[in-house]
């Protein structure tokens, strides 16, 4: 069974950081993402990493302020989120997809975690 569990979210104040974890079992993923939804919004693309090699892909209003990286060996997927913004409030998603793309539209991811909560207080 595959799993996808996601850990790391909280409260933190404008200008914080906070390191999100995805722990996957039951396979590994070429591609894994991030995804975030906000209240009232849409679920929208923060970033994904593929491959051996890790390319990577964000999303422009996290340029320059998250990382993704991967712990191979772990399974586990990371997002290092600095100098957060109070408009990164969200539930956060980590995301697996069975093919070698790497994209930002989440239908084409196949599985998904439960979502941890990110709040960033102005």
């Known amino acids: 069974q595959v799993q996808l569990v996601e850990s790391g979210g909280g409260l933190v104040q404008a200008g914080g950081s906070l390191r999100l974890s995805c722990a996957a079992s039951?396979?590994?993923?070429?591609?894994m993402g991030w995804f975030r939804q906000a209240p009232g919004r849409d679920r929208e693309f923060v970033a994904a990493i593929r491959g051996s090699v890790s390319s990577t892909l964000y999303a422009e209003s996290v340029k320059g302020r998250f990382t993704i990286s991967r712990d191979n060996a772990k399974n586990t997927l990371y997002l290092q989120m600095n100098s957060l913004k109070p408009e990164d409030t969200a539930v956060y998603y980590c995301a697996g997809e069975l093919s070698s793309r790497m994209t930002m539209i989440d239908r084409t991811y196949n599985f998904w975690g439960q979502g941890t909560q990110v709040t960033v207080s102005s």
């Open positions: 039951g396979r590994t993923f070429s591609t």
